[in-house]
């Protein structure tokens, strides 16, 4: 309906409650292409090439929108876009849709690619070092060498912005696919090294970013519950990962080698995954071809509450100047420690975790049976955590808690003798180290106050973070045995030296929600109301403690 007068929303129905907020256009975003809900007109397409200025004020029931336009359409200019939030009964509706098809496809693929990472050790123990003659020293520079290109392409987290997302994803997918399958051919240390380098590049190139990718799809009190879900995987592969591989390999009726297998097995499906991801993850929320018209309108409206712009409108191109700004806050230099601190943790504890065990007194099958119940833990509390940091937008308290957790595990394992203890102490480190990360990667997100900043802050984060691993897979050296004290003081120390950082940075926040409250008490300007804010420069933003 169109109402001639634009201050007149008599016309709305008030069926539920609603919210006008208004979203002034910056001069350094790129405006949005055409007034939003505006009926094509012949006449339109015939006078692109003329300067005229318009005004309309269009109501779309099915989404909720009203737009106020004055446009120029040789430059396209909005000037002030009016908009209403769709109901939250149809937000969940659209939610649900993403989570049915998004997350399954993202989950899936981590989940190979902790598979595809991480088999190397159950390769070793089927036969592979003694086969290559791999001394203790070559087998750590496996392990070390998938972190150095998995550093150097971190960058590449960027491309999601920069590339459409399934074209980004297949590319990837397929790339690390091959050279995980690839292994199984390899004849000496060199092959393998050159695998596990291509291996380590192309999964820099996806997994980094998709926390990224889903900040597209989610508004910031969603994105927390479905980074847990993405990174619940890790866990969750390692859980299955021993019986797997134990499964492939303990198998006498083949002509290769049992370590060969095992790697052409858990290949095989990342190299299928690639195809399905090519035709079915979408690039942008209101541009999937599973939504309807109408639930693609409702996603224009959450993209714009965000970002200022449409979904599409979000690709392409990053900002300049939020680049360097990015650069210079706390909230993108903190955050990359903390995920330094985890990664210590977090990359050596599935490699070595079988040898602590083993150490214990536990034959190989007894280790690796035994480290599935510590990691299913932590897939359940990966999920809980962040559902429960969404819900009460308290992401600091949270990660202290499970820093000092995975502190407290550590040292029980490098002080106790009695196995039971030593056995609990696995239960803590995994409960609070895998959790941890889950909760780091979206509180990086929920405080990086655009689309640009949030790019950076991920690929930040992840070319610190990821220097990590190169520290924790050298802990655990044949030396160590029986306990590892070195190997375990190292990681409880960075895990209790995380939750410190994570009490200091959600003091920072809480000095910088107080300057907001300030200004806006003050009469300070701001386009949004209600508190709604999901962007920097709009009254409600508010950072996520």
Known sequence: MINPNPTNHDSITSADPITPVTVPNKPEEKPLQEPLNRPPSP?????????????????????????????????????????????????KHLRRKFDRVLMPLVFCSYLLAFLDRSNIGNASTAGMSSELNLTDGKFQWLLTVFYIPYIIFEVLAVMWKLVPPHIWAASTVMIWGLASTLQATATNWEGLMACRWFLAMAEAGFAPGVPYLLSFFYKRKELGLRIGVFLSAAPLATTFAGALAYGITSSHTTSISPWRLLFLVEGAPTLLLSVILFFYLPDSPDTAKFLTEEEKEIAKTRAILQSGKEGKARLGSLDTQEIFAAFESIQTVIPALMYFSCNVSFSSLPVFLPVILNSMGFDRIQAQGLTAPPYFLAFLICIASTWLGDRIQQRGYIIITLS??????????????????????????????????????????????????????????????????????????????????????????????????????????????????????????????????????????????
């Open 404 to 545: 000092v957790t995975a502190g407290i595990g550590y040292v029980l394992l490098a002080t106790r003798e009695e196995v039971s203890v030593r056995y609990i102490g696995v239960f803590l480190a995994a409960a609070g180290v895998f959790p941890a990360i889950a909760n780091i990667l979206p509180w990086t997100l929920n405080n990086q106050g655009s689309d640009t900043k949030r790019g950076i802050g991920i690929a930040i984060l992840n070319i610190v973070g990821q220097c990590g691993p190169l520290l924790g897979t050298r802990l655990f050296g044949e030396e160590g045995k029986p306990f590892y004290f070195g190997g375990m003081g190292v990681c409880a120390g960075f895990m209790f030296f995380n939750a410190g950082l994570a009490g200091g940075l959600r003091w920072y926040f809480v000095g910088k929600n107080r300057g907001l409250e300030e200004v806006e008490r003050g009469g300070g300007e701001g386009g949004e109301e209600g508190g709604m804010g999901e962007r920097e420069g709009v009254r409600g933003y508010r950072y996520v403690l």
């Open 43 to 91: 006449s339109s397409s015939s006078s692109k090439q003329e300067k005229t200025s318009t005004a309309t004020n269009t109501r779309t029931p099915d989404s909720s929108i009203i737009a106020q336009t004055t446009t120029t359409t040789e430059n396209q200019n909005v000037e002030n876009v009016i908009i209403i939030p769709p109901s939250p009964k149809k937000e």
